[in-house]
């Protein structure tokens, strides 16, 4: 069975410092992966996925995702933090084995950038 | 550009009224969702619907029921509101591959009196 793990519930960086918003996935096979934003009264906007093609993904808005088979990790990085980033991240995970239909959520992890 | 509405941003009801929100799609999706967020528990899926007149059961789906009658459209209802109803609904679709991302409306902040 398929599921997300977000292991900080919020984090806290400097704007102009790097970003890493941890994810770890549990799947039974090759899944594709997905992390969304939302920004504050906004909605939810997709910021890159993971299909099995290459391992380093880029998305929107400087950030990027690796993803790491042997980790079960997708892990979100931004090496610099702008006050703009400030919202909340999703990370996602489907998988060819479970029904096409449904994506499993992680809970989220606020990122807040102070000035 | 794709799109997907929902019927009102901001609704207030009362204890016990029958409630209906409703969404729209123009990609042509089979597969539609509606989902909760909540503070601290993320999305929680309500219902989904894979095709006209087909519906599942999500994690969280007691107190509400669905209805997809046109492809485009999907409707959640609250057949008897509750105050702990009261919270954001997002609707989303999506295409038939594991690839394929959720596109999502704008949400339906529903509070419930």
């Known amino acids: 069975a398929q599921s997300v793990t977000q292991l900080d519930s919020h984090v806290s960086v400097s704007e102009g410092t790097p970003v890493l918003l941890r994810c770890n996935y549990s799947?039974?096979?090759?899944?594709?992966l997905f992390w969304y934003v939302q920004h504050p009264n906004k909605g939810l906007q997709l910021l890159l996925k993971?299909?099995?093609?290459a391992t380093l993904v880029k998305g929107i808005n400087g950030f990027e995702a690796e993803f790491k088979k042997s980790e079960t990790s997708f892990h979100l990085t931004k090496p610099s933090a702008h006050m703009s980033d400030a919202a909340e991240y999703f990370c996602v995970v489907s998988d060819a084995e479970d029904s096409n239909y449904q994506l499993i959520w992680g809970a989220g992890t606020k990122l807040i950038i102070k000035p | 550009d794709v799109k997907v509405t929902q019927s009102s941003r901001y609704l207030v009801k009362r204890t016990g009224e029958k409630v209906f929100l409703e969404c729209v799609q123009d990609m042509d999706h089979e597969n539609m969702f509606w989902y909760r967020q909540d503070p601290g528990l993320g999305l929680r899926l309500i219902y989904f619907?894979?095709?006209?007149?087909?519906?599942e059961k999500g994690d969280i789906p007691e107190g509400y029921s669905v209805s997809r009658e046109k492809k485009e459209r999907f409707s959640l209802i609250l057949e008897s509101a509750s105050t702990n109803q009261t919270s954001m609904y997002l609707c989303a679709s999506r295409g038939l591959t594991s690839n394929d991302e959720q596109f999502f409306g704008p949400g339906t902040r529903l509070t419930v009196l």
């Open positions: 619907s894979y095709d006209v007149k087909m519906k």
């Open positions: 993971y299909t099995s093609a």
């Open positions: 799947s039974s096979y090759s899944p594709s």
